[in-house]
C-alpha cells in the first residue's frame, strides 16, 4: 500500500461523477455516521472509498488529516483528488493510499487507531476470502470499542457475478447471507456484531456493524 495524491489530474475526471444518478448514496453515509456519533475529532477509515462520493463529505467535516481513505483503483483515487481541487479541500490534508492488490490490507492508521471504519458497497464487489481479510486488518487498526460499518448485498445463498470488466480484481456482485457475517464476527472475535437491515440505499443493501 503507497500514499497517494494527484495534483496533476483535471476536474474532468471529477465532473462526470458529480453528474452519476447514485451521487445521493455519499448523503446517506455521512448522515448515518452522524447519528452513529461521528465527531469532527475522531479519526476515520473509509474502505473502498472510491472517488470520494461520501469521502468529501467526509474529509470537510473532519478535522484536518482524520480522514483516510483507501482503494485499489488509481481512477478512483485520480477522480477523488480532482473532486478535492474542486471543492477546495486540499488544506484538509486527506490521507488517501493505494492499494497494490485486492489483497492488499496493510492498512496505514494513526496512533491512535480509528474510532470508525466504513465500506460501502465493498464488501459488495468481494469475495469471501477478501471480506475476511479486509474485515480481520481493518478491526486490527481500530479502538477499542471503534466502530466498522459494511454493507451488503443479502441473499439465502452466496452467490458472486463475473469479474467487473473495467476494473481490476473485483466481481460486479457479490451476495451473502446474513449468517456469513455474523459467523465471520464470532470466528474473528468482535466485541458486538449487528445486523442493522436496510437503510435507504437506493440498490438495497443492508448495513452492518461490527464492534471492536
Ligand atoms: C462501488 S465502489 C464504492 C466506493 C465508495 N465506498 C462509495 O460509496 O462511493 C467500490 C470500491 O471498492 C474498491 N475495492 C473493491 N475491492 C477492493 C479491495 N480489495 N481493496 C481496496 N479497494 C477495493 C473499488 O476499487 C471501488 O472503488
Known sequence: MRRYYNDTISEKAFLPKMESKR???????????????????????????????AGHLFIRYLEAS??????KETAALDAGCAGMCLLELENKYPQLYLCEGEMDFELPAPPCGYDFAIAQSVFTHMAPEVVEKCLTNVLSVMKPGGKFFATFFEHPEHKLSERHRNRHLEYSRAMYPSEYFSDLAKKIGVSQFEYRGTFGHANNQRMLLFVK
Open 23 to 53: 451521487f445521493s448514496d455519499r448523503l446517506i453515509q455521512f448522515q448515518y455516521l452522524k447519528k452513529e456519533g461521528l465527531q469532527r475529532s475522531h479519526y476515520l477509515l473509509d474502505m473502498g472509498c472510491g472517488w470520494l462520493r
Open 66 to 71: 482524520h480522514y483516510y481513505g483507501i482503494d
